[in-house]
């Protein structure tokens, strides 16, 4: 859940960052730090990004890991890898 509310305090920030960019007035009870947000508001933040993560990085998490997986074991696999995947998956363990 810690990544959850460091994702949502992020969301936040850059919300009012560029709502500011574009000339969109926030509420006023929510141009303060994430820890000082209403309650209501806070926890509608956390469950929305809860809900991207567990659908949209939670399973790329996943995938990624896995293919880390079948690198570290190449030698016993058959499974052939592109030049691309290769330079993605060495450079992220860099």
């Not at 809900?51 to 696999?77: A, F, V």
């Amino acid at each position: 859940m810690e990544k959850i509310i460091k994702l949502a305090k992020l969301f936040h920030e850059t919300y009012e960052d560029e709502s500011k960019k574009v000339g969109w007035e926030t509420q006023k009870s929510c141009k303060v730090e994430f820890d000082d947000l209403p309650e209501k508001n806070k926890a509608v933040m956390i469950s929305v990004v809860k809900i991207i993560y567990d659908k949209e990085i939670k399973p790329l998490t996943k995938i990624k890991e896995g293919c880390k997986r079948l690198l570290r074991n190449k030698g016993r696999s058959n499974i052939c890898y592109t030049k691309e995947v290769k330079d993605i998956l060495e450079k992220d363990e860099n």
